[in-house]
């Protein structure tokens, strides 16, 4: 079967074409990124965040199934629906003593936070 390639014609075509107009990637963004406040009081963030519902709850079914290979019993683990509040306010909801660890769950940024309460 003969490959089909490309007249010198056809190429110089394509590298014109390149060369007068602007490289992929470069150039002002016409969507700008604006930074979201999680303290902002507006009716946003107070919205239902349904993808970050979905992602507690696959971390607590994942979590629910290391925990019981490792303890040898099945765990109650539950996934609250997000809520968004000051730091203040939700430490003040947790009863001592806690357990409160900052972790990292890879390949997402940042921290995670992993509290047990007394009720355990």
């Known amino acids: 079967?003969?490959?089909?390639?490309?007249s010198?014609?056809?190429?110089?075509?394509?590298?014109?074409?390149?060369?007068?107009?602007?490289?992929?990637?470069?150039?002002?963004r016409a969507d700008p990124v604006q930074a979201y406040d999680l303290l902002r009081r507006d009716p946003l963030s107070r919205a239902p965040m349904p993808a970050l519902d979905a992602a507690h709850e696959r971390f607590a079914r994942n979590l629910a199934s290391a925990l019981s290979a490792f303890i040898g019993r099945p765990p109650a683990v539950t996934a609250?629906?997000?809520?968004?509040?000051?730091?203040a306010a939700f430490v003040d909801e947790v009863a001592a003593p806690a357990h409160f660890n900052l972790m990292q769950v890879t390949p997402l940024?940042?921290?995670?936070?992993?509290v047990c309460d007394p009720p355990l």
């Open 8 to 28: 010198q014609d056809e190429v110089d075509a394509l590298l014109d074409g390149v060369q007068g107009s602007e490289a992929p990637g470069e150039g002002v």
């Open 109 to 114: 940024r940042g921290n995670a936070l992993l």
């Open 1 to 6: 079967m003969p490959e089909a390639f490309l």
């Open 80 to 87: 609250h629906p997000a809520r968004v509040r000051p730091y």
